[in-house]
C-alpha cells in the first residue's frame, strides 16, 4: 500500500517553517526524500535507515520513527527554491528492496 | 545532474504501437528500477532489474518488459500501447539495498 502523506498541500511565504509528514502501514527498512518540480524529474534529497536517525543538510531535516512507521521531513526557513512536490519512498524489506512512493505533498514558496 | 541519462525526452505514439525507453545507469549502480507518474501522481513502480535479471515487479501488465546490459544501462519496451500508457517514464540508478536511488529526467511519453 502507498505511504499516506500529510498535508497534501501547503502555502507559505518565504521564510517559515514547514513539517511533512509520511506515514505507511507496513513496517520500514529505510525512507527516502525526494523533491519534484514541475515537469522534471524527482531530485533524491535524504535517505533514512532503520534505526530511528536524524538527518539534514542546510535548513532540511528528517526524522524516522521506525515504531511508528513514520518520516517527516523539516523545512527551516524556507527559500523560494524549495517549492515543488515532495515524495516520500519507503522500502519495506531488506534484501528485496522496492520504492513506495507516497501521495505527495506541494509545497508553495511565496515571497 | 545526477548521471542519469533517458532518451528520447519527448514522444508521441499512435495507440498500437510499440516504444523502447532507454537508461543509461550511474557508475558504481548494479540496478535500475523504471517507474510510470501520471500527471499529479507519484511514481509507481514497474520493475527493477539487478544483474541482467529482473528482480521484482509492480502491478504492470507483460506488454510492460524491460532489459539490462551488462554495463548495467536498460531498456524498457511497451508493446501494444494504450492511452492511459501516456505519463512520465522515470529510471532511477539504485545502489544495493537502495542507499542511493538517482533518477534520469524522464521520458514523457504520449499515446494519442
Known amino acids: 500500500q502507498q505511504p499516506v502523506q500529510s498535508p497534501q498541500a501547503v502555502i507559505l511565504r518565504e521564510g517559515e517553517d514547514a513539517v511533512i509528514n509520511c506515514s505507511s502501514s507496513?513496517?520500514?527498512?529505510?525512507v527516502h526524500w525526494y523533491r519534484q518540480k514541475h515537469g522534471e524529474a524527482p531530485v533524491f534529497l535524504m535517505i533514512?535507515?532503520?534505526?530511528?536517525e536524524q538527518k539534514g543538510h542546510d535548513k532540511i531535516s528528517a526524522s524516522f520513527n521506525e515504531k511508528k512507521q513514520q518520516s517527516s521531513l523539516y523545512l527551516t526557513a524556507s527559500q523560494l527554491s524549495y517549492s515543488g512536490t515532495y515524495f516520500c519512498?519507503?522500502?519495506?524489506?531488506?534484501?528485496?528492496?522496492?520504492?513506495?512512493f507516497g501521495t505527495g505533498t506541494r509545497l508553495t514558496i511565496i515571497p | 545532474e545526477t548521471g542519469v541519462t533517458q532518451s528520447p525526452t519527448h514522444l508521441i505514439k499512435t495507440r498500437g504501437q510499440q516504444v523502447t525507453l532507454r537508461c543509461s545507469s550511474q557508475?558504481?549502480?548494479?540496478?535500475v528500477s523504471w517507474y510510470q507518474q501520471a500527471l499529479g501522481q507519484g511514481p509507481q513502480f514497474i520493475f527493477q532489474?539487478?544483474?541482467?535479471?529482473?528482480?521484482g515487479r509492480g502491478n504492470f501488465p507483460p506488454r510492460f518488459s524491460g532489459l539490462q546490459f551488462p554495463n548495467y544501462s536498460s531498456e524498457l519496451n511497451v508493446n501494444a500501447l494504450e492511452l492511459d500508457d501516456s505519463a512520465l517514464y522515470l529510471c532511477?540508478?539504485?545502489?544495493?539495498?537502495?542507499?542511493?536511488?538517482?533518477f534520469g529526467q524522464g521520458t514523457r511519453l504520449t499515446v494519442v
Open positions: 519512498g519507503t522500502v519495506s524489506n531488506f534484501g528485496n528492496e522496492k520504492l513506495t
Open positions: 532511477a540508478s539504485e545502489t544495493p539495498g537502495i542507499t542511493e536511488a538517482f
Open positions: 507496513k513496517a520500514l527498512y529505510s
Open positions: 532489474y539487478y544483474r541482467e535479471e529482473e528482480n
Open positions: 533514512l535507515l532503520k534505526g530511528g
Open positions: 557508475s558504481g549502480h548494479n540496478t
